[in-house]
């Protein structure tokens, strides 16, 4: 019996605590904003002065009433007048961060009718349909989503939807570049062939779509020579390079020596002498990205490169015999990780000669 209610005790402290720890953690926060403020026991001039506050300090807001505003003390709660302090009614907006000055400043609007909203999610109202290439000021960013205002507008607008200034001074070496992808094999010449039954005609093309992805969102135009599984063969390719005014041709490619598994690596492939640079540099970028053995930056008499009359790099990805690497080539992760190597080295090529 006595055990009972004991046990019946613990409980209702389990809930008040419950119950008490909720209300802090959505609870507001106010700010002081004056010295030597009055905190009385009750909402009025009438109560008596319990002890003061300071400028600057916090605290938890257990409520609001008539111009009055009761904030909690260590022990019980007091009274300030509502003039003296600022809530932050932020419950929803706590992930709301102020900009440093060197974050990004101003974004500019990419497709048109973006949704503008008046928070930091789908679910806030739609307050405006923005049109392509207007500019606005950044506010603050929250998550996925910019704060942007433009003159009397503000809204919020997810970021994916824009292009930043950042980018285009980071990146601005592709404007007005154009890139040849050639995703090596395809069609019935599969190329190499994994011990998992991976064609190399499949993962070039992965290889491919991704750094055409990657490319294009930093502003340069891109065309492959081949754009599904189909045969085209080299001269066809190396024609295709010649006939468009390219400023690089890129050749994608994967190794293979089954008698030899454990052999790894990245290898890069240039025919002119002119073309050392941009293949060193493209070569290091990917090395650096992904940490693979680096097989180095070599001329290389192929086909495509040979017959080429425009920049042009042959690479050699990753070896499909090695088991480890058959299974990291067809992850997205990796994937990623050579494209952006390939970009990297792009763009400082595209830098070293402007
Ligand atoms: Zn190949």
Redesign the pocket.
Known sequence: MYIRKIILLLFTAFIFLCALGTEQAYANEGVIEGSNLNIRSGPGTEYESIGQAETGETYQVVQQADGWVEIELEKETGWVSAEFITINETASTDSTVPLEDSDISSITIQYDNTQLRDGPSTEHAIVHFAEKGTEYEVVSTSGEWYEIRNGELTGFVLKELVETAENNSTYKGFKNKTIVIDA??GGRDV??VSDTDAY?KDI?YVTAKELEKQLQYLGADVLLTREQDEFVSLTSRVTYSNLVDSDAFISL??NSVPELPEVTGIETFYYSKQNEKMANYIHNGIISATDETDRGSHEGDLLVLRLNLKPSVLIELGFMSNPESDVLLQTNAYQKKLVSGIVDGLNKYFHSVE
């Open positions: 090596g094999h190329g190499a190399e070039t490619h994967y």
